[in-house]
Nanobody, 126 residues
C-alpha cells in the first residue's frame, strides 16, 4: 500500500516562502515520476510542478521562476520550495505519484496520478 504524506504548509504573507515535503512509503520511490498539484476553493485541481525519475522538471506558467520541485530518493521524499508567494497561491497542495513506473509526467496531467496524499494547506495573505 502506497502512502504519501505532505507537510510544511501554513500561513504566510505575500512575498514569503514555504517548503513543502512529501514522504512516500510502500513502494520504490525512485522509479516513479512525482508531482505537486493544488486546488483552491471553488476551482479545479491544477498541476503545479512535476519531476521525472531522471530529474527532468515541468512547471505551471504561474509558478515558473518562483517554485522549485526536487526529490531526494535516498529519503523517499519530494519537495516544493515556494518563494515570492502570492495570495493567488492559496490552495490545498497535494503530492502525487505517477500511476506507472518509468513514465515521464507529461503536461502536468492530474489524470496520470496513481496515488495522492491527503494535502497540506497553504494560505498567503496580502
Amino acid at each position: 500500500q502506497v502512502h504519501l504524506v505532505e507537510s510544511g504548509g501554513g500561513s504566510v504573507q505575500a512575498g514569503g516562502s514555504l517548503r513543502l515535503s512529501c514522504t512516500a512509503s510502500g513502494d520504490t520511490f525512485s522509479i516513479f515520476a512525482m508531482g505537486w498539484f493544488r486546488q483552491a476553493p471553488g476551482k479545479a485541481r491544477e498541476g503545479v510542478a512535476t519531476i521525472d525519475t531522471d530529474g527532468r522538471t515541468d512547471y505551471a506558467d504561474s509558478v515558473k521562476g518562483r517554485f522549485t520541485i526536487s526529490r531526494e530518493n535516498s529519503k523517499d521524499t519530494l519537495y516544493l520550495q515556494m518563494n515570492s508567494l502570492k495570495p493567488e497561491d492559496t490552495a490545498m497542495y497535494y503530492c502525487a505519484r505517477h500511476g506507472s513506473y518509468g513514465f515521464r509526467w507529461k503536461f502536468l496531467d492530474s489524470g496520470a496520478a496513481g496515488y495522492w496524499g491527503q494535502g497540506t494547506q497553504v494560505i498567503v495573505s496580502s
